[in-house]
């Protein structure tokens, strides 16, 4: 079936202006997970939905970054007020729940704050 | 919160000679370790896993292996081909009440030299 997928896969967008990033998970699948990948660096965690239940959401990096998802579908990883620091590839990961522990990672999509 | 260190950041081995990426952890709740593999341009995908009650695991080319004692896991590549040469990242997961939580490594940039 259809794997997790992302989009825009590439953002161009001018310092101060807002962007949304939009990743649809598996079907089914009742976690999601947000990361952010800087140049040459790890997965930084961002914001993890499981479920309907209050999101984690202690890898937010500053009050800018906020993400929704309704119900187990469509999540949107929302950046106001861009900064240069905030250019990277933002990846989309989904989880299906027990006894798989396997994420299913999104392609990314790879913001450039200019 | 769980901390997962990896090691060497970089790695270059010559065509049909063994790698070893070595990461340690923390927090000993955790029970999955996990390892991925990115390629240029996409998303990390998973390769082999293993489980806190088994000290290793082996998969045709590649193997990991788990001292939970000394909270450390690695994960070994032997006869190494072109197509290895790719990101690879360790991870601990933890769980609890449904919920499952990844920290990753920061990574090792594998090289395979022809």
């Known amino acids: 079936g259809a794997g997790v997928s992302q989009s825009p896969s590439n953002k161009v967008t001018e310092k101060g202006k807002d962007v949304e990033l939009r990743c649809d998970p598996i079907?089914?699948?009742?976690?999601l997970y947000w990361y952010r990948q800087r140049l040459g660096q790890g997965l930084e965690f961002l914001i993890y939905?499981?479920?309907?239940?209050?999101?984690?959401k202690s890898g937010l990096p500053s009050d800018r970054f906020s993400a929704e998802r309704t119900g187990e579908s469509v999540s949107t990883l929302t950046i106001q007020r861009t900064q240069q620091e905030d250019s990277a590839v933002y990846l989309c990961?989904?989880?299906?729940?027990?006894?798989?522990?396997?994420?299913?990672f999104g392609p990314g999509t790879r913001l450039t704050v200019t | 919160g769980e901390n997962v260190e990896q090691h060497p950041s970089t790695l270059s081995v010559q065509e049909g000679d063994s790698a070893v990426i070595k990461c340690t952890y923390s927090?000993?709740?955790?029970?999955?370790f996990p390892w991925y593999k990115q390629e240029l341009g996409k998303g990390p995908q998973l390769i082999i896993d293993?489980?806190?009650?088994?000290g290793e695991k082996k998969d045709q080319r590649i193997a990991v292996t788990l001292n939970k004692t000394a909270k450390h896991f690695s994960l070994h590549i032997t006869e190494t081909q072109p197509e290895d040469s790719a990101v690879y990242f360790c991870?601990?997961?933890?769980?609890?009440?449904?919920?499952?939580?990844?920290?990753f490594g920061t990574g090792t940039k594998l090289q395979v030299i022809p």
């Open positions: 990961a989904s989880w299906g729940g027990y006894p798989s522990h396997e994420q299913y």
């Open positions: 079907s089914g699948h009742t976690a």
């Open positions: 293993i489980r806190s009650n088994v």
């Open positions: 927090d000993s709740a955790s029970n999955y």
């Open positions: 991870a601990a997961n933890s769980h609890s009440g449904g919920y499952q939580k990844v920290t």
């Open positions: 939905f499981q479920g309907n239940s209050a999101p984690d």
